[in-house]
């Protein structure tokens, strides 16, 4: 079988294995827009707080949309009580989506002191019954839509614990488990640990897709191979490179690609910006598109006196300018 190929994540078969990954601070609905049009499979919002969800709905109503380029779509979110998490999800009906997934992996301290994200790795019973909740919530609200969960290898190198949370995790119904081959103490330092997505393969009945240092198609495709992972989970790799998911599909299928230039990188920035503005305001959008012309422009020739200009821009037409001063 190809390496590339679809993916059936319990009830749902999606065309392909290339998926975004939830990127907190930048899977927004514009970005995830861009992927889709880019190649990728599959999309997940950023992390969102079961709590907050419940609380004041309307503030994350933003988050939770659907792009207008996705025809399907994951929701994630976070928590630490089982019931709480069940209310948040129940509440995600009127959006529609297409799998709901549980963060078990952040490794932010604001996320982890509530004893969400990463945290719940030092409490494997605690996690199954998040999944359990979730689970029940789609069954009673979502029309049974597939809950999936994203973990890392553990909390340390000395509580290395993934295969004892992923089993617990598919037992209360998951049905699928994401794994970033790092504890939660590397964050995202070091090294990620691909030979333990190879041996979560091998060990449990449902899909694994695999995540952590995919920069590249390249590393895609090795991943691919060298793990038997189902899918692939691009995050940091992706973002300012919504390229890297045809760029990825073109290499598992042909075994070439063509990377896209300055031009190309630079208008696909300013796209994103645009679509931030309908979002969120001219404003806003442009505030936040800072970070984001950060990764567009990152390796480009001549990219770090445009950065250091686009980081003070405050409208459209600024960053539109100076794109334009940039480009002959």
């Given at each position: 079988?190809?390496?590339y ?10 065309p ?9 601070g ?10 889709i049009?880019?190649g ?5 919002t ?17 988050l939770?949309?659907r ?14 009580d ?17 799998v ?6 952040c490794?932010?301290p604001?996320?982890?002191?509530t004893?969400a994200?990463?945290?719940?790795m030092?409490?494997p019973s ?5 999944v359990?909740?979730?689970?029940r919530a789609?069954k009673?609200h ?7 969960v994203k973990?890392?290898l553990?909390w ?10 992923a ?12 794994l970033?081959?790092r ?12 030979s ?18 995919i920069?590249s ?6 991943m691919?191979q060298t ?10 790799g992706a ?12 290499l598992?299928?042909?075994?070439s690609?063509?990377?896209?230039n ?5 208008h696909?920035g300013?796209?994103?910006l ?26 480009m020739?001549?990219?770090a006196?445009l950065?250091n200009k686009?980081?003070?821009a ?7 300018a ?5 480009v002959p």
């Open positions: 079988m190809s390496l190929h679809p993916l059936v994540v319990g009830s749902l078969t999606l392909g294995n290339l998926l975004l990954a939830p990127v907190a930048y899977s927004d609905r514009a970005f995830r827009a861009l992927c049009e880019y990728a499979d599959f999309t997940c950023e992390l969102i707080s079961a709590e907050a969800l419940i609380r004041n709905g309307v503030r994350a109503e933003p939770l949309r792009a207008d380029t996705e025809e399907r779509y994951a929701i994630q979110l976070f928590g630490a089982p019931e709480v998490l069940y209310k948040a999800a129940a509440l995600l009906a009127p959006y529609g989506p297409a709901v997934d549980i963060n078990c992996g490794p932010v604001k996320v982890v002191k004893g994200g990463s945290a719940l030092r409490q605690l996690l199954g019954r998040m359990e909740a979730v689970v789609s009673d979502l029309q049974s839509v597939p809950v999936t973990m890392r553990g340390d190198s000395a509580s290395i614990n993934y295969l004892a949370c089993r617990i995790a598919v037992e209360a119904g998951a049905a699928m488990v994401s970033h081959a504890t939660r103490a590397q964050g995202y330092a070091g090294k990620s640990d691909w333990a997505i190879q041996d979560l393969v091998s060990r449990i009945a449902v899909p694994v897709a695999g995540s952590g240092d920069f198609p390249e590393d895609a495709e090795a691919l793990t038997g992972c189902a899918g692939v989970l691009f995050a940091r973002l300012g490179n919504p390229f890297i998911f045809s760029a990825a599909r073109s598992l299928l042909t075994g690609y063509t990377q896209p300055t031009v190309e990188r630079l696909i300013l796209r994103h645009l679509l931030l503005a309908q979002d969120w305001g001219e404003k806003t959008a442009c505030l936040e598109m800072r970070k984001h012309f950060c990764a567009y422009t990152k390796g020739p001549g990219g006196p950065r686009l980081v003070h405050e409208t459209i037409e600024e960053y539109q100076l794109c334009a001063q940039f």
